[in-house]
């Protein structure tokens, strides 16, 4: 056990930015319990995200004029309600998002020469395009936030890591 602390404290100290980098980042993914609010509802199994727009969006009964034909109760439909993905999508697709830039950064890590970008971001645009089409009235406003700054968060330590693994390189050759 005292040799895992003693490698621990050692890569701490060989990588400082890269272990605060990657404690920023998971950080920001336990802020998802504070950042998407849910409520578990009484016998259903599903969560439904608390917003406050969606609620005022629904008329209240009292404020139903005209509602009854012949003294019966008549339904009014709502047309502006918009058909919004499960804040657990969302949150499916910001943790595959990551998985895909850690595999990509440290696929040929070892042999690449040079800072590698552009996939990394065509990824992130398509992610946001992806968010941009299926969250109709932005509910889920979070998202593209989160995106990027995990993103970014992933992209300063892959940056880091391949400058230091420049610089022993040089050292060695």
């Given at each position: 056990?005292?040799?895992?602390?003693?490698?621990?404290?050692?890569?701490?100290?060989?990588?400082?930015?890269?272990?605060?980098?990657?404690?920023?980042?998971?950080?920001?993914?336990?802020?998802?319990?504070?950042?998407?609010?849910?409520?578990?509802?009484?016998?259903?199994?599903?969560?439904?995200?608390?917003?406050?727009?969606?609620?005022?969006?629904?008329?209240?009964l009292s404020e139903m004029k005209g509602a009854q034909i012949d003294s019966q109760a008549a339904a009014v439909v709502n047309e502006d309600v918009c058909n919004a993905v499960s804040a657990g999508v969302w949150i499916f697709l910001l943790f595959a998002y990551i998985a895909l830039l850690v595999y990509n950064f440290s696929y040929r890590f070892k042999e690449s020469v040079r800072i590698q970008w552009f996939w990394e971001l065509i990824y992130t645009l398509l992610f946001l395009l992806v968010w941009l089409l299926f969250d109709e009235c932005f509910i889920h406003s979070w998202f593209p936030f989160m995106l990027i700054e995990t993103g970014l968060i992933v992209f300063g330590i892959y940056a880091y890591l391949f400058e230091k693994k420049r610089s022993i390189e040089e050292l060695l050759f």
């Open positions: 056990m005292e040799n895992f602390f003693t490698t621990i404290r050692l890569s701490i100290n060989r990588y400082p930015v890269a272990f605060i980098l990657g404690g920023l980042l998971l950080i920001q993914l336990f802020s998802l319990i504070w950042v998407v609010p849910f409520v578990v509802t009484g016998d259903q199994e599903s969560d439904v995200l608390l917003t406050q727009g969606l609620s005022e969006s629904i008329p209240k």
